[in-house]
């Protein structure tokens, strides 16, 4: 963003300023997406918890990066390191490696569209309910473009308390 190359960026998290000027957006269901064998799959909700001894599977696009952050934000630690596996593909491909059986991805709802014959999504809890997760539109501060700054304007009525 600071080549000012891109107006307006969405992520997945809360937040960061120094990422740019930022805005909370809303709030969207985490998933785990499994191959339907298995034993998730069956079940109406699991916690993030019940993933670290899964092989889980990440796309270096996309969201893919933020996907790998929040893992690792409630997984990480002393001595716990999830099995991660990256992969320059694009969303459906992944979904279709989880339907082969090679793992387990995440998502959140609007990335989900159609998922393959063979993959299931189950929503993710945590402590607290279901987990939820924010998304942020970050822009350069000091790029004036008027277009840009109607419709940040727009967002910024539309979506001023987030989530």
């Not at 107006?7 to 191959?35: H, K, N, S, Y």
């Not at 700054?149 to 009525?157: D, N, T």
Request: glycine share 10%.
């Amino acid at each position: 963003m600071n080549a000012r190359t891109i107006d307006v960026t969405v992520l997945i998290g809360a937040p960061d300023p120094v990422l740019g000027e930022a805005l909370a957006l809303w709030r969207e269901q985490a998933f785990a997406i499994v191959p339907a064998t298995h034993s998730f799959a069956s079940e109406g909700e699991i916690g993030w918890e019940r993933l670290a001894d899964e092989t889980l599977l990440f796309s270096t696009r996309d969201a893919g990066p933020e996907a790998e952050n929040a893992l690792i934000a409630r997984l990480g630690g002393p001595g716990r390191w999830p099995d991660r596996r990256l992969h320059t593909v694009n969303r459906d491909t992944l979904l279709t490696l989880v339907a082969m059986g090679r793992g387990v991805a995440m998502m959140i709802e609007s990335d989900l569209g159609h998922l393959p014959d063979g993959a299931v999504a189950v929503p993710l809890v945590g402590a607290t309910g279901r987990t939820r997760e924010m998304l942020t539109a970050y822009r350069h501060p000091g790029n004036d473009n008027p277009p840009l700054r109607r419709f940040w304007s727009m967002l910024k009525s539309r979506y001023s308390e987030g989530g």
